[in-house]
């Protein structure tokens, strides 16, 4: 039998009908076909090979087609494969929302499901606008980090910070407060920059990346300064939705971002690797108190936001498997493991000269090349070209490289990794 699709011209067909996100495609180069992913490594049409430093965008971090799971959601397959989650129920989603609640943080009581990050936090923005709302409250104003990044849809947008991704958009937000993170240094004026916010009792939830924000270059922040505005937040009755679809599931060396600071969210949005890089899902889990402010004789106090897919059975077995190795000795072992690596890495990188913010947390570790940059342009780009080059799948943001790398990586791959880092610092 021929093959229904012919592997070297996938580049010039992909150009007739597809659109890609994130990209400018007047001025962007070809789309790279990749024709297979196994553990930590993905190949190319040409059969050259990539090792997934980034874990391909946060998901798969136990490798990719991890026989475990694959088993797992190929026997889900032929057993129930779809089906309606309001009015009926099945066994993997109540097995996973047993699992989750053994890793999440104690407070966490309650799941909904979506089906990405978006509409993960789009739900977690929902319930707390919603929540005052049936409380008789008039809070309707939402308090974000500036450069915060919470995905594409209406709420989502309108919470992140302005940028090339939501600017088209902003006549159409809802409405929404911003504070700067903080990095130590500043944590009293932020608390007082806060306060100024908060002062009318208009703001009904803040939302935030715990300690880690991904898209705005793997910022970090104080965990001391993060507490303090959780507390502040907390003391006027304003919801705390941690947005954990980045850094949740272990990479910050913890299950959650959450884990490392003492004051609880209310609300946690979850998705990427929740299911392992191997089907969409997303989750938003929530507090009895958050739930119980729903639960009414009254209709409309109801939680009326439901997506088809939701609590899919296969991507429920995927994120049951996820969980189950995520919890197992071995995984558990190769997260220290990385992370004490990737900290010896940052100890020998701040003593080059060329280079500055050395960090590391868990499995991700990131830096700044000291060169000008605006974050889209072209030394992106040609960071980019230079990794893939050598066989290692990055994605810089502006002049920050990190990594993310699965936890199954071996020394070896670690390696090489670290290796082309400090080749490009050379070069560049
Ligand atoms: C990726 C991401 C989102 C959006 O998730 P999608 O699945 O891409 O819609 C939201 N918040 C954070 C912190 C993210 O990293």
Redesign the pocket.
């Known amino acids: 039998m021929r093959d229904i699709v012919e592997k070297s011209d996938l580049t010039e067909r992909d150009k007739k009908h597809l659109w890609h996100p994130l990209t400018q495609h007047k001025t962007s180069a070809d789309m790279l076909p990749i024709i297979q992913a196994k553990g930590c490594t993905l190949t190319d049409d040409q059969g050259k090979e990539y090792i997934d430093a980034i874990s391909s965008?946060?998901t798969a971090v136990y490798g990719h087609c991890n026989p475990y799971i694959t088993e797992k959601v190929a026997a889900q397959m032929t057993q129930l494969d779809q089906v309606v989650f309001s009015g009926f129920t099945h066994q993997p989603a109540i097995e996973l929302s047993e699992a989750l609640m053994k890793v999440l943080p104690e407070n966490q009581q309650k799941l909904f499901f979506n089906d990405?990050?978006?509409?993960?936090?789009e739900i977690g923005i929902k319930m707390a606008l919603q929540y005052h709302h049936n409380l008789g409250n008039d809070r309707k104003v939402m308090l974000a980090f500036e450069e915060?990044?919470?995905?594409?849809?209406f709420g989502?947008m309108s919470v992140s910070g302005l940028s090339v991704y939501n600017g088209a958009f902003e006549d159409h937000f809802i409405r929404v407060e911003r504070i700067p993170v903080p990095n130590g240094e500043n944590n009293d004026e932020v608390l007082q920059i806060l306060k100024k916010r908060i002062a009318d009792h208009s703001i009904a939830g803040f939302i935030y990346?715990p300690l880690i924000?991904?898209?705005a270059a793997m910022k970090f922040h104080d965990i001391d300064g993060l507490n303090s505005i959780l507390k502040t937040c907390r003391e006027h009755d304003i919801i705390l939705v941690a947005?954990?679809?980045?850094?949740g599931f272990g990479k910050t060396g913890k299950f959650f971002a959450s884990d490392h600071i003492e004051e609880k969210p209310d609300i946690i949005?979850m998705?990427?690797a929740l299911t392992a890089g191997l089907l969409?899902m997303?989750l938003t889990s929530c507090s009895q108190k958050i739930y119980d402010a729903f639960y009414s004789d009254e209709l409309a106090k109801g939680l009326f936001h439901g997506h088809t897919y939701t609590a899919n059975p296969l991507a429920c077995a995927a994120a049951l498997a996820g969980l189950e190795l995520l919890i197992s000795e071995e995984i558990q072992q190769n997260i220290g493991h990385i992370s004490r690596r990737n900290k010896d890495f940052c100890e020998k990188l701040k003593e080059n000269s060329k280079v500055s913010n050395v960090r590391s947390m868990g499995v991700i570790m990131a830096f700044e090349l000291n060169v000008e940059t605006d974050r889209y342009g072209s030394l992106r780009n040609q960071l980019f070209k230079f990794f893939m080059d050598k066989g290692v799948f990055l994605r810089p943001l502006g002049n920050t490289i990190y990594i993310l790398p699965p936890y199954v990586i071996s020394d070896a791959e670690l390696n090489i990794v670290y290796n082309t880092i400090e080749t490009c610092i050379s070069e560049f």
């Open positions: 965008w946060y990405n990050g978006s509409t993960a936090t915060g990044f919470h995905g594409d849809t989502a990346e924000q991904g898209a947005d954990e679809v980045m850094t949005c998705s990427k969409p997303g």
